[in-house]
């Protein structure tokens, strides 16, 4: 059995979004200054009093953290980089826990931006590791859409999913993006528009990809009783897990790494999925977000397909998830998607939604994947929170 | 089952052509292995010295038991297609105006899943031949293949890309005076060629095969600056590969001759000749290296396999022979996106190799080696059993070649 502790006393708050914007002429620093600022200004707080930063962008480079806490003349005693694209979220928070827990900071400012102009994206792809670099960019250069429409396929002929399947997930999603006041896709989405899109990288169509863009998202993870005297609503950390490359023994990745973790999350928080009030998973296709209801134990392996064909995604639905409309509608910008969970379930369970409330949301299980280093995503978190 | 490839259409004279560009070429110094592994057509990947896991994509340090010793072997060509897309759109501007393109993931049946080219006649999940290839970048990439051949295989667009089939093209092949050049012109045509430009320098004197020429007769002498610039103004255009068969191959050491005239006519055949040629038709021929299925390709370079150390017998060719190795080696980036495809030949079967004992390498040994490189889309091959020998020598160990031929 796990014998790691339990983050007794660490609560998460504060939850912002910079509102996406499709092209910036904006820097990365720009953006995340921007989301610290809007913390700061939210929580009543100075800015020397954010003493940790930890950090994620796409498109800061050169500069890194370090960088960062001179161009924002911060002096933090606790400092992090964590370059795990969709999982970056989940890492923050588990990282930013332990040093507030163990008193190595007593509040830090989880924070990721990135900037987006018109070839961002495609130089973002063409250099993304070097094994894309070497064995998936010069291979028709179609970026995580090709990738993932392989796992798609394959997916597919495993376990039977249709593109309606798929399309359950997008639509749905599409449906809570319009009431989500920073979606950058607010037209509604059908069934018929979602099968008739055209073809990407089949089998993968327009709706299943997620839109490039600009934007930052920001929490504060410090102690309880800190929280408390700055009145700020907050929420507490039940468990957390983190998996990189896991199972490389599997030929094409049809499972990711909470899989192999998913005991352990449930038994640390205590619960089970069915105390889960609302989830948050990692869209930037539809068909990892059906891995994940499979891999976190919302049902069997396989079973994803009949998952979505008996369940209602909608925030008004029985299984309330991506309550934002997610990367699918709101956008990606680039590290804040690995963000996008955590702030959106963070403002559902602390009673405070940019869109309407989810009925009855207290405990959200938030999920992060990450980095398709080559083949296949390599970063795995997830995270349960519980309204303080 | 592929399409045939469509006939050779005349280009629209108001058309832009398709620019030629090229996949991105950039790759990990240990990738370039597999650029070196699909020039010879081999298909090999990286394999731990300790622990004899196959290691994919190129590494440097072995995923299983962190050895570090990983050395290139052929590994079995098997695989099975795990799943697949095709590309419709893409952010890459050599791909943009090539998709519809296949690729897919498959398990090798050595080990490694790998990201490939899938060709349309693989069945979907179904099993595949691996082979490597090198993309127009003149990178190494692999190339699912059905496993047997299929009709017209070799005709589809994506794999044509990648190889430079002389079927329907037309082929310069500079040096028809000599048995060599006759029987490439010869071996070309029958592979399907459109055309083959053969040239003839000095042609008033008269020379052997001069009644019964392959292909059509034009006037070269590639030592002749103003005879190059007139082939290129003339025929520039209309050329898509060049088979570059001037050879001037002599015996003698620095000590057998008296002055520098034979080792000055060395050079000028296989060093300023073949540079003076890359200036007049290079920019033509790069300019239509996309130009449609029938685009320029090619370029062949022959070089006695004396140019990786000398034997004492032809000491001063093989001087001339290594410039010109080292010209083919850097017309590679500088002819980028044509293929520069060099052949190493042995001891010729000609006048000037009377005193050396077989094995000689024939007219008609070399013609159908050259034929199959193009068709594969090599960029190296080692042509008669000394020619291989030695390459095997020279691969073992160069310095310890070196003293070996010095005899």
């Given at each position: 059995?796990s014998?790691r502790?339990?983050?007794?006393?660490v609560v998460?708050?504060v939850p912002?979004t910079i509102?996406?914007e499709?092209?910036?002429?904006?820097t990365?620093?720009?953006?995340?200054?921007?989301?610290l600022?809007?913390?700061?200004s939210?929580a009543?707080?100075?800015?020397?009093?954010?003493?940790g930063?930890?950090?994620s962008?796409?498109?800061l480079g050169p500069d890194t953290?370090v960088?960062?806490?001179?161009?924002?003349?911060?002096?933090p005693?606790w400092?992090?980089?964590i370059?795990?694209?969709?999982?970056?979220?989940?890492?923050a928070l588990?990282?930013?826990a332990r040093?507030?827990?163990?008193?190595?900071?007593?509040?830090?400012?989880?924070v990721?931006g990135?900037?987006?102009?018109?070839?961002?994206?495609?130089?973002?792809?063409?250099?993304f590791?070097?094994?894309a670099?070497?064995?998936?960019?010069?291979y028709?250069?179609?970026?995580?859409?090709?990738?993932?429409?392989?796992l798609?396929?394959?997916y597919?002929?495993?376990y039977?999913?249709t593109?309606?399947?798929?399309g359950?997930?997008?639509?749905?999603?599409?449906q809570?993006?319009l009431?989500?006041p920073h979606?950058?896709?607010?037209r509604?989405?059908?069934?018929?528009?979602?099968l008739?899109?055209r073809?990407?990288?089949?089998p993968v169509?327009?709706?299943d990809?997620?839109?490039?863009?600009?934007?930052?998202e920001?929490?504060?993870?410090?102690?309880d009783?800190?929280a408390?005297?700055?009145?700020?609503?907050s929420a507490?950390?039940?468990?957390?897990?983190e998996r990189?490359?896991?199972?490389?023994?599997?030929?094409?990745?049809l499972?990711g790494?909470?899989?192999?973790d998913?005991?352990e999350?449930?038994?640390?928080?205590?619960?089970?999925?069915?105390?889960?009030?609302l989830?948050?998973?990692?869209?930037d296709?539809?068909?990892?977000?059906?891995m994940?209801?499979?891999?976190l134990?919302?049902c069997a392996k396989?079973e994803?397909?009949?998952?979505?064909r008996s369940h209602?995604?909608?925030?008004?639905?029985?299984?309330?998830?991506?309550?934002?409309?997610g990367?699918?509608s709101?956008g990606?910008?680039g590290?804040?998607?690995g963000?996008l969970?955590?702030?959106?379930?963070?403002?559902?369970?602390?009673?405070?939604?940019?869109?309407?409330?989810v009925a009855?949301?207290?405990t959200?299980?938030?999920?992060?994947?990450?980095?398709?280093?080559?083949?296949r995503?390599?970063?795995?978190?997830?995270?349960?929170l519980q309204a303080a | 089952?592929?399409?045939?490839?469509?006939?050779r259409?005349?280009a629209?004279?108001?058309?832009?052509p398709?620019?030629a560009?090229?996949?991105?070429?950039?790759r990990?110094?240990?990738?370039l292995g597999?650029?070196?592994?699909a020039?010879?057509?081999?298909?090999?990947l990286q394999?731990?010295?300790a622990?004899g896991?196959?290691?994919?994509?190129?590494?440097?340090?072995?995923h299983?038991?962190?050895?570090?010793?990983?050395?290139?072997?052929?590994v079995?060509?098997?695989a099975?297609?795990?799943?697949?897309?095709?590309?419709?759109l893409?952010?890459?501007?050599y791909?943009?105006?090539?998709?519809?393109?296949?690729?897919?993931?498959?398990a090798?049946?050595?080990?490694?899943s790998?990201?490939?080219?899938?060709h349309?006649?693989?069945?979907?999940?179904g099993r595949?031949?691996?082979s490597l290839?090198?993309?127009?970048?003149?990178?190494?990439v692999l190339?699912a293949?059905?496993e047997?051949d299929?009709p017209?295989?070799?005709?589809d667009?994506?794999?044509?890309?990648?190889?430079?089939?002389?079927?329907?093209?037309r082929?310069l092949v500079?040096?028809?005076r000599?048995?060599?050049?006759?029987?490439a012109?010869?071996?070309?045509?029958?592979?399907?060629?459109a055309?083959?430009?053969?040239?003839?320098?000095?042609?008033?004197?008269?020379?052997?095969g001069?009644?019964?020429l392959?292909?059509?007769?034009?006037?070269?002498?590639?030592?002749?600056?103003?005879?190059?610039?007139?082939l290129?103004?003339?025929?520039?255009?209309?050329?898509?590969i060049?088979v570059?068969?001037a050879?001037?191959i002599r015996?003698g050491?620095?000590?057998?001759?008296?002055?520098?005239?034979?080792?000055?006519?060395?050079?000028?055949v296989?060093?300023?000749?073949?540079?003076?040629?890359?200036?007049?038709?290079?920019?033509t021929?790069r300019?239509?290296a996309?130009?449609?299925?029938y685009?320029?390709?090619?370029?062949?370079?022959?070089h006695?396999?004396?140019?990786?150390?000398?034997?004492?017998?032809?000491?001063?060719?093989a001087?001339?022979?290594?410039?010109?190795?080292?010209?083919s080696q850097s017309?590679r980036?500088s002819l980028?996106?044509?293929r520069?495809?060099t052949?190493f030949v042995g001891p010729?079967e000609?006048?000037?190799?009377?005193?050396?004992?077989p094995p000689k390498?024939?007219?008609?040994?070399?013609?159908?080696?050259?034929?199959?490189?193009?068709?594969e889309g090599l960029?190296?091959?080692?042509?008669g059993?000394i020619?291989?020998?030695?390459?095997?020598?020279?691969?073992?160990?160069p310095?310890?070649?070196?003293?070996?031929?010095a005899?």
């Amino acid at each position: 059995m796990s014998r790691r502790a339990a983050y007794d006393g660490v609560v998460a708050a504060v939850p912002i979004t910079i509102p996406y914007e499709r092209y910036s002429i904006q820097t990365a620093h720009w953006w995340i200054g921007r989301a610290l600022a809007e913390t700061i200004s939210r929580a009543g707080i100075r800015k020397r009093d954010i003493d940790g930063l930890c950090v994620s962008s796409f498109t800061l480079g050169p500069d890194t953290a370090v960088g960062l806490t001179q161009h924002l003349g911060m002096s933090p005693r606790w400092l992090d980089h964590i370059p795990m694209g969709g999982a970056t979220g989940v890492v923050a928070l588990r990282r930013a826990a332990r040093a507030v827990q163990a008193g190595d900071a007593d509040i830090v400012a989880c924070v990721a931006g990135d900037t987006n102009g018109p070839d961002s994206f495609r130089a973002l792809v063409a250099g993304f590791s070097r094994f894309a670099a070497d064995a998936t960019y010069p291979y028709g250069a179609a970026g995580p859409n090709g990738s993932f429409a392989i796992l798609t396929d394959a997916y597919m002929r495993r376990y039977g999913a249709t593109r309606e399947d798929f399309g359950r997930i997008c639509v749905a999603q599409r449906q809570n993006a319009l009431s989500f006041p920073h979606a950058l896709m607010k037209r509604k989405l059908t069934m018929e528009e979602y099968l008739a899109a055209r073809m990407v990288s089949s089998p993968v169509a327009l709706f299943d990809c997620v839109m490039p863009c600009a934007g930052a998202e920001a929490f504060l993870v410090m102690r309880d009783d800190t929280a408390a005297s700055l009145g700020l609503a907050s929420a507490r950390v039940l468990s957390t897990i983190e998996r990189h490359n896991a199972f490389p023994e599997d030929p094409i990745q049809l499972r990711g790494g909470w899989a192999q973790d998913m005991p352990e999350l449930y038994a640390m928080a205590g619960i089970t999925p069915a105390g889960i009030d609302l989830l948050q998973t990692y869209d930037d296709y539809p068909v990892i977000v059906m891995m994940q209801f499979e891999d976190l134990g919302f049902c069997a392996k396989g079973e994803g397909p009949d998952f979505v064909r008996s369940h209602d995604l909608t925030l008004a639905g029985d299984f309330p998830h991506n309550t934002s409309g997610g990367q699918l509608s709101v956008g990606q910008a680039g590290a804040a998607g690995g963000y996008l969970g955590m702030t959106e379930a963070l403002r559902q369970i602390t009673g405070a939604p940019l869109g309407p409330q989810v009925a009855n949301a207290r405990t959200a299980l938030v999920s992060g994947f990450g980095m398709i280093n080559y083949d296949r995503g390599l970063c795995s978190g997830a995270a349960i929170l519980q309204a303080a | 089952m592929s399409p045939p490839l469509p006939p050779r259409r005349k280009a629209d004279p108001l058309a832009l052509p398709r620019q030629a560009l090229m996949p991105q070429g950039g790759r990990s110094r240990a990738a370039l292995g597999l650029a070196a592994m699909a020039a010879q057509g081999r298909f090999a990947l990286q394999i731990c010295a300790a622990c004899g896991a196959a290691q994919y994509p190129p590494r440097d340090v072995c995923h299983e038991c962190l050895g570090t010793e990983l050395p290139w072997r052929d590994v079995p060509t098997g695989a099975a297609l795990l799943g697949e897309t095709t590309v419709h759109l893409s952010g890459d501007t050599y791909f943009r105006v090539r998709t519809p393109w296949r690729t897919g993931l498959v398990a090798l049946d050595c080990g490694p899943s790998a990201v490939a080219h899938v060709h349309p006649d693989v069945a979907p999940a179904g099993r595949a031949r691996m082979s490597l290839r090198l993309d127009r970048s003149g990178q190494g990439v692999l190339l699912a293949l059905p496993e047997r051949d299929s009709p017209n295989m070799m005709d589809d667009p994506m794999i044509r890309e990648m190889t430079c089939d002389p079927r329907g093209r037309r082929i310069l092949v500079t040096d028809g005076r000599s048995a060599f050049g006759q029987e490439a012109a010869r071996s070309l045509l029958a592979a399907g060629a459109a055309q083959v430009f053969l040239g003839i320098a000095d042609g008033w004197k008269p020379f052997k095969g001069q009644d019964n020429l392959p292909g059509d007769a034009v006037q070269l002498d590639l030592t002749d600056a103003t005879s190059v610039s007139e082939l290129a103004a003339e025929f520039g255009g209309r050329i898509d590969i060049v088979v570059n068969t001037a050879l001037h191959i002599r015996p003698g050491g620095p000590l057998d001759r008296r002055d520098l005239v034979s080792a000055r006519e060395e050079m000028e055949v296989a060093y300023f000749g073949p540079l003076r040629l890359a200036q007049a038709l290079g920019p033509t021929l790069r300019a239509r290296a996309a130009d449609g299925p029938y685009g320029a390709c090619a370029w062949v370079n022959i070089h006695g396999i004396d140019a990786l150390a000398p034997a004492p017998g032809f000491a001063l060719t093989a001087a001339a022979q290594a410039a010109g190795l080292s010209l083919s080696q850097s017309l590679r980036t500088s002819l980028a996106p044509i293929r520069v495809l060099t052949a190493f030949v042995g001891p010729l079967e000609d006048e000037w190799h009377q005193a050396i004992p077989p094995p000689k390498v024939t007219p008609t040994a070399l013609a159908a080696a050259i034929v199959r490189g193009l068709r594969e889309g090599l960029e190296e091959i080692t042509v008669g059993d000394i020619a291989m020998d030695v390459m095997r020598r020279w691969r073992d160990n160069p310095s310890t070649l070196a003293r070996e031929r010095a005899g």
